[in-house]
Nanobody, 124 residues
Framework: QVQLVESGGGLVQAGGSLRLSCAAS????????IAWFRQAPGQEREFVAT????????YYADSVKGRFTISRDNDKSTVYLQMNSLKPEDTAVYYC?????????????????WGQGTQVTVSS
């Protein structure tokens, strides 16, 4: 399995931007589908965005579509999540997750490699 480490979280005012990074170690990063999830206190972990192995296909939750952009650099074994026009409801711990090969769906149980998470707090 690939090991994942998130970074880039922090405190930002509403309307601001942050860029999260998910750095991978291990072999064959380019064989992994990568997704971002988030979890707010007292809530279930929810899907945010995903990117296929080549980076050519992306998919977003409706709540972030048009504001967040996922991308990857396979040479650097890193996936990014650019978050613009942040809202207080985006406050959560953000996790990146990976699955080698094909992903059946965009639920947490479909991914078997997880990072430790990075806190994003958006103040109003």
């Amino acid at each position: 399995q690939v090991q994942l480490v998130e970074s880039g979280g922090g405190l930002v005012q509403a309307g601001g931007s942050l860029r999260l990074s998910c750095a991978a170690s291990g072999r064959s990063f380019s064989n992994y589908v990568i997704a971002w999830f988030r979890q707010a206190p007292g809530q279930e972990r929810e899907f945010v965005a995903t990117i296929n192995r080549s980076g050519g296909t992306t998919y977003y939750a409706d709540s972030v579509k048009g504001r967040f952009t996922i991308s990857r650099d396979n040479d650097k074994s890193t996936v990014y999540l650019q978050m613009n026009s942040l809202k207080p409801e985006d406050t959560a711990v953000y996790y990146c997750a990976g699955k080698r090969g094909i992903v059946a769906n965009w639920t947490p149980v479909a991914f078997d490699s997880w990072g430790q998470g990075t806190q994003v707090t958006v103040s109003s």
